[in-house]
């Protein structure tokens, strides 16, 4: 009941930016958190950052003064800026939210399909 979908990632030099994009739609009674995880080929999957309804943001520490995370104007799409990209940051990079469908329902985690993102010279 709820999709999610990413967009914006690419190919960059290392110190590049990108910005992803995560929309939430379907039916969505509350989301009470959305948060980007990434996996690179041969790992697993790890997670990056958080943004809880609340608006407090949380880190992966090897991304922190580099990423930032918000929610945009609708309260269902969540961003995350990448500034000074290394290669390690290469990835396939998921959009997850924390939504409950129904009021009588426990909140549940959804996944988006991801989006990959190459940081190579």
């Known amino acids: 009941q709820v999709q999610l979908v990413e967009s914006g990632g690419g190919l960059v030099q290392p110190g590049g930016s990108l910005r992803l994009s995560c929309a939430a739609s379907g039916s969505i009674f509350s989301v009470n958190a959305m948060a980007w995880y990434r996996q690179a080929p041969g790992k697993q999957r790890e997670w990056v950052a958080t943004?809880?309804?609340?608006?407090?943001?949380n880190y992966l520490d090897s991304v922190k003064g580099r990423f930032t995370i918000s929610q945009g104007n609708a309260k269902n799409t969540v961003y995350l800026q990448m500034n000074s990209l290394k290669p390690e940051d290469t990835a396939v990079y998921y959009c997850?939210?924390?939504?409950?469908?129904?009021?009588?329902?426990?909140?549940?985690?959804?996944w988006g399909q991801g989006t990959q993102v190459t940081v190579s010279s």
């Open positions: 943004i809880t309804s609340g608006g407090y943001t």
């Open positions: 997850n939210a924390v939504a409950k469908v129904l009021v009588t329902t426990a909140p549940r985690d959804y």
